[in-house]
């Protein structure tokens, strides 16, 4: 088999795992986001904050929802990383941001986030948080 037959068969068999019923349950929370005025925030780090970035264009330009992403603000995000530390720079910047519950957090992830193995613990705290607002996520 050729490269591109293999990475066309993975794909389909990955596509193949995704579950439609939970794709339509976040189609629905986002519709209601917007419906509501409410806003998306998406967090990445590394290749995710890239996809956080081209989501915020897409949401804001197609879907008509505001949106925002801390990784294209990259004085406030070094600044918060300077001064505060990098685990707490998504959490501080969605208090400032004032996300509430008529916001979602979209999170853009490889690792996942754990905290107990140090990983993107960055996105566990901006979470936690969100769930301490009742945002969507």
């Given at each position: 088999?050729?490269y ?25 929370i ?35 929802i505001?949106?925002?992403?801390p ?7 070094t ?9 707490s720079?998504f ?6 941001s ?40």
């Open positions: 088999m050729s591109a037959s293999d990475y066309l068969r993975e794909a389909k068999s990955i596509t193949g795992l995704i579950d439609p019923n939970a794709v339509e349950k976040m189609v629905d986002i519709l209601n986001i917007r419906e509501n005025k409410g806003r998306l925030f998406f967090l990445g780090v590394g290749g995710g904050a890239g996809n956080a970035s081209h989501a915020v264009n897409d949401f804001r330009k197609i879907a008509g505001e949106s925002y992403s990784t294209d603000n990259v004085s406030e995000l600044a918060r990383i300077n001064d505060d530390g990098w685990e720079t959490s501080a910047w969605l208090k400032g004032n996300l509430n519950s008529k916001d979602g957090v979209f999170v853009f992830s490889v690792g996942g986030g754990n905290r107990e193995k140090n990983v993107s613990v960055n996105l566990v705290k901006a979470l936690e948080y969100a769930k301490q607002v009742h945002a969507k996520y």
